[in-house]
């Protein structure tokens, strides 16, 4: 499978951006999916993750009331809605996916759970 991410860019302290990540090939929904991030000279940030099905989700501590991930198995996209946003969330965010079993209800919280990685899509939060 093959990501791209799209929809960041310059937004004010309190606003709102919603990211969206495109998936190519087959088969979409045989794949979990997760949202990551990355500031300047820090690590990879779980943000976000959702199950192969849709019905379970989880969300990294800082983005936990925020954060809203949701998918679209019929147009093979997840979508991440950032509200309430901070400058601290700004970085370079990344959607991944992960080969999955079907019905599985597992949602993937960690970088080295996820083999599928697309390009990043940049969010600046000014204050």
């Known amino acids: 499978v093959q990501l791209q991410a799209y929809g960041g860019g310059l937004v004010q302290a309190g606003g709102s951006l919603r990211l969206s990540c495109a998936a190519s090939?087959?088969?979409?929904?045989?794949?979990?999916m997760g949202w990551f991030r990355q500031a300047p000279g820090k690590e990879r940030e779980f943000i976000a993750g959702?199950?192969?099905?849709?019905?379970?989700?989880d969300y990294g501590d800082s983005v936990k009331g925020r954060f809203t991930i949701s998918r679209d198995n019929a147009k093979n996209t997840v979508s991440l809605q950032m509200n309430s946003l901070k400058p601290e969330d700004t970085a370079v965010y990344s959607c991944?996916?992960?080969?999955?079993?079907?019905?599985?209800?597992?949602?993937?919280?960690?970088?080295?759970?996820?083999?599928?990685w697309g390009q990043g899509t940049q969010v600046t939060v000014s204050s």
């Open positions: 090939g087959r088969n979409f929904r045989k794949y979990a």
């Open positions: 959702i199950s192969w099905g849709g019905g379970y989700t």
């Open positions: 991944a996916a992960r080969d999955e079993y079907p019905s599985s209800a597992y949602v993937y919280t960690r970088v080295s759970e996820y083999g599928h």
